[in-house]
């Protein structure tokens, strides 16, 4: 609480089964419409913080999964309107519709050509058309296509320049000229260019005014319109 200069603590209590579901958490998205705290954890599925009246509610991720009966490992976040995006690993993608409190999982299913493509999901973000792209941990970079119900994939092909730089994607980011912004693994900051080809950005040891390693974490844009990469052992660039 800024305004009282002290902290609030709230962690995973046995006995209590209106705590917060977890100690390990994830992700947080604050949802102003309602004044709750969407949390994802890393055993324990999703909670719901009701800001008002500081009480905890829990959901259980049923998993479509053969073998699985549900998913604890939520790895990001995403609020658009009422729909909640859950990223889980290994259990893919949820959709979550608040009004009605419905979830629908989306998970690989080499039987349909429009599937997502991995069930490891690391990164999530809603582009300003309201297009949803999930970063992956194996299967690069899907968007969902609303009208479809369908995932249109961004793989790594060593034979096509023009291709992403890797299928492992742990962030994007869309910037305020609509450009998306993908951070790669091994292959640094990757841009999407209009014809769906990527501009790689990458560390270069002979190049002192290259980015400075190539794993990408995080990606932010400030008022300039100068994106800020955030790489994995090598600092922030800018």
Not at 54 to 65: A, D, H
Not at 96 to 120: A, C, M, Q
Not at 127 to 134: K, M, Q
Not at 148 to 156: A, R, S, Y
Request: some cysteine.
């Amino acid at each position: 609480d800024v305004n009282k200069k002290h902290f609030i603590k709230y962690f995973f209590d046995s006995t209590n089964v209106n705590s917060i579901s977890s100690d390990i958490i994830s992700s947080l998205v604050y949802d102003e419409k309602r004044n709750v705290l969407w949390i994802g954890t890393k055993t324990g599925g999703i909670n719901k913080l009701d800001i008002a009246s500081n009480k905890f509610s829990r959901y259980q991720l049923k998993s479509s999964i053969k073998g699985k009966q549900k998913a604890e490992h939520v790895y990001c976040l995403s609020l658009f309107n009422d729909i909640l995006w859950i990223g889980c690993y290994e259990d893919g993608l949820y959709r979550f519709d608040i009004s009605k409190n419905e979830f629908t999982n989306y998970v690989t299913d080499p039987g349909k050509l429009g599937s997502i493509n991995d069930n490891s999901i690391l990164s999530l973000h809603q582009d300003h058309s309201g297009r949803l792209w999930i970063g992956t941990y194996t299967g690069g970079l899907n968007l969902f296509e609303p009208s479809t119900k369908t995932f249109q994939k961004f793989i790594h092909n060593s034979k096509d320049p023009g291709s992403i730089g890797d299928n492992l994607i742990h962030s994007i980011f869309q910037d305020n000229n609509d450009v998306l912004w993908v951070g790669t693994w091994t292959n640094g900051l990757n841009k999407l260019l209009p014809d769906n080809k990527f501009h790689h950005y990458k560390h270069d040891p002979e190049n002192k005014n290259s980015l400075s390693a190539n794993p990408m974490y995080s990606i932010i844009e400030e008022r300039n319109a100068i994106v800020w990469p955030g790489t994995y052992v090598s600092g922030i660039n800018s």
